[in-house]
Structures are given as structure tokens and as C-alpha cells.
């Protein structure tokens, strides 16, 4: 009896601990809705400009590079916040969600996040 508990107890206990990992490691991306960025990252220059039609956001974050991109934590995590990828472009990975158009920027230490309003670019 005790093995049955222990055999749904572990699998129970993991699926909690990855649900509090996607649900409270990432945060709200300042002005841009709906986009989650790392808690740990660190924003530390933001500009937005509706005549232009951009949001930019710039992030200082430790597990960012520019060869291997995003952690793929953090892609499974934009994934379930309804992020689909879109065109890469070497360090520059768009995401898409009802029609809104964001840019991921993956740099050594760094991720610069920019949505585009209405695609324009």
C-alpha cells in the first residue's frame, strides 16, 4: 500500500512544482501584454512610442546567450501563455498571439523584448 501511495505521491508532487515554475517564474513584460519575461530578469531600459508603433523593452538576464538563444524552459513558457513562434532571424525570434507581433532578442546576458503594434515594422 505504501508503494501505491509513493508511486502517485512523486509524479503528484512533480507536476505541482512544475506548475508553480511556469505560473510564478515569470512576470508581465512591462507595456507589452500578456508577455511573460523571467523573474529574475532585470529591466533596465524601456521606451515606448505609439506614433512610431513599438514597445521596447530591455532586459538584463543571466541565462540568455546569443549563440544558444532562450532556455527552453522559457520557450515552453511562452508557449503556454499562447505565444506561437513566428520568423527567426539569427538572434531575433518573433512570437505571435491574436494578431500582435512580438520580437524576442536574445543577447549574452541580455533580452530585448519589442512588440510591434498593428505588424508594423
Request: proline content about 3%; aromatic content about 18%.
Amino acid at each position: 500500500m505504501k508503494k501505491h501511495r509513493k508511486k502517485i505521491l512523486v509524479p503528484v508532487a512533480i507536476l505541482a512544482l512544475l506548475f508553480c515554475y511556469f505560473r510564478f517564474a515569470y512576470v508581465e513584460a512591462k507595456g507589452i501584454e500578456g508577455f511573460p519575461v523571467p523573474r529574475e530578469a532585470h529591466l533596465f531600459k524601456s521606451e515606448k512610442d505609439r506614433k512610431e508603433g513599438v514597445a521596447a523593452n530591455r532586459y538584463k538576464w543571466s541565462f540568455s546567450y546569443e549563440e544558444r538563444g532562450v532556455t527552453p524552459f522559457y520557450e515552453m513558457t511562452l508557449w503556454l501563455w499562447g505565444w506561437r513562434k513566428g520568423e527567426q532571424m539569427g538572434a531575433s525570434q518573433e512570437y505571435t498571439k491574436d494578431g500582435r507581433l512580438v520580437d524576442l532578442s536574445a543577447f549574452t546576458k541580455e533580452i530585448d523584448v519589442i512588440e510591434y503594434y498593428e505588424n508594423f515594422k
